[in-house]
């Protein structure tokens, strides 16, 4: 496998041994939270209604992927928030007996399953069993032996795994093949040792072995196989039924066969096994059943103090989709094809982008021999897309121009924050203040640091000196809040606008820290 598809990968795994860990004490999760606080919301929400439009058209531009890269079959769907708003499919899942691709057709979908072996790790974590700051080599002692790249590299911990940092060789290719080795092979290629491309914590490079030990990890710690242990925590928790790890277990016509194209005409990939190297590639689902894991990564936004529903909480989910080691892709392109620069990431199984737009989407592809596959889900918006298909290497999924469709003809909005109280309540007062000078007002609102960083003679000649350019105040526009204690307003005045800014200290009473001012002139 090409570097292009890295994300594309392959594998998952149980691992039995009989080493004994002790498990860690469970963390303190009492704590006190604000009672008022107010999570970002949209405002005037007409997604699920908006994307059920684009049917038509994106069934027409999933056909024509699938034409154009000679993929028999394509499932997709889309998922706002809960539900599974649009899904459909083109194509054949089975050529000899010509079954149509459908939602409910069993895709391998390969290293997409990466997130679920990190999920259960992080769980494991919640439940005080394990820390991902811990060694590797106290759940798989076979580890103490490797030889290491160079004198200062660090102890590969579970972290390392999950962000692939250990130093491991990017392994695509060879991964591929190992999906249904024995638990002992694993443990023996361990304990054999391993050739490091890197230094451990030192560069991200994509392993697939990394992964499989993640599994090797989940199986010691839980007492259970580790595709046992998915099944029974993740899978059953959020009611994906019809989700397998191997494929003899599927139903008559729900199994998706993979095929490669060569010498112009598909021909049948040999189906692998589940085994040892699971964890980083073996899950079979639908998008049906699917869409229900993609609900509960979206479930992660915003932070808020609703009850916890899932295998694992809110926050856990946060930190899976959160970046490690960025990097700066410079030569980006931009769904029209213009250059961009844009920022990427590897959180614990999920990549991560910050785009040309500056939206975050989190995402991750698969691929094995027979199957491609990708899912993006951009948390901001509460919005997911996945497509599973069945021709080696190939991503089923044409993603700038869906994106093009979602926010260019539906017109997606990301979520906005209401203004909290006391940035609402200090606006009024701020707003006040460089009008009126205040001495009592300047005592209640203004942080002891404000005078000392300019003098208030300063301050104030320097705000006059805007407002005599603007005019007469004629209204207080509404605040443009940042978060819970920084903001933003405008001032209508008789020339144009005053632009204010204030940002509050972390004062139990917070209080004026920084203030702001200049004005643009009307351009009538």
Sequence with gaps: MNNTLITYCFALGLISCDAQIAPLEPKDTTKSFSKSYQPPV???????????????????????HAASRNIPGIAYGIVVDDELVLASGTGQINLEKELPATINSSFRIASMTKSFTAMAILK????????????????????????????DAPTIDIENLLTMTSGFPEDNPWGDRQLDESDQMLIDLIAEGVFFSNASSYKFEYSNLGFALL??????????PYQEYIRDHIFHPL????????????????????????????????ILH??????????????????????????????????????VSRSALREMQTPQ?????????????????????????LGITRDCEGRIRVSHGGALPGFGSNYIFYPEYGVGIMAFGNLTY??????????????????????????????????????????????????????????????????????????????????IGEIEPYNQLRGRFDLATSNGLIKVFFTLTPEKIPKVQQLELWFEESSE
């Excluded at 509960?296 to 295998?311: V, Y």
């Excluded at 700066?328 to 250059?339: F, R, V, Y």
């Excluded at 109280?421 to 209640?444: H, K, T």
């Design 274 to 311: 589940d085994g040892s190297f699971g964890a980083m590639g073996g899950l079979i689902t639908s998008i049906e059943d699917f869409s229900k894991y993609v609900s509960f990564q979206l479930s992660a936004w915003p932070p808020r103090s609703e009850h916890e529903t899932g295998p």
């Design 124 to 151: 494991l974590q919640e439940e005080g069993k394990l820390s991902l700051t811990d060694p590797v080599t106290d759940y798989i002692p076979e580890m103490s032996n490797l030889t290491y790249l160079t004198k």
């Design 394 to 475: 190939t991503g089923p999924l044409p993603f700038k121009e869906i994106k093009k469709l979602l926010f260019d003809s539906v017109g997606l909005q990301a979520r906005q924050l209401p203004v909290s109280d006391i940035l609402m309540e200090r606006q009024q007062q701020v707003a006040q203040l460089i009008q009126s000078w205040n001495p009592g007002l300047e005592a209640e609102i203004l942080a002891d640091n404000f005078y000392l960083d300019k003098s208030r003679d300063h301050r104030r000649s320097d705000i006059q000196s805007v407002f005599d350019a603007a005019g007469e105040v004629e209204s």
């Design 239 to 270: 009611g994906m039924k019809n989700t397998y790890w191997e494929y003899t277990n599927i139903p008559e016509g729900q199994l998706v066969l993979g095929y490669r194209w060569e010498d112009e005409q598909w021909k049948l990939e040999p």
């Design 215 to 224: 599994g090797n990890i989940v199986t010691r710690v839980s007492g259970k």
């Design 325 to 349: 080691y960025s990097r700066l892709n410079a030569k980006d392109t931009n769904s029209n094809g213009d250059p961009c620069a844009t920022m990427s990431g590897y959180g614990y199984g």
């Design 42 to 64: 949209f405002i005037n929400d007409q997604r699920s209604e908006r994307i059920k439009e684009i049917a038509p058209a994106l069934q027409q531009l999933m056909e024509k």
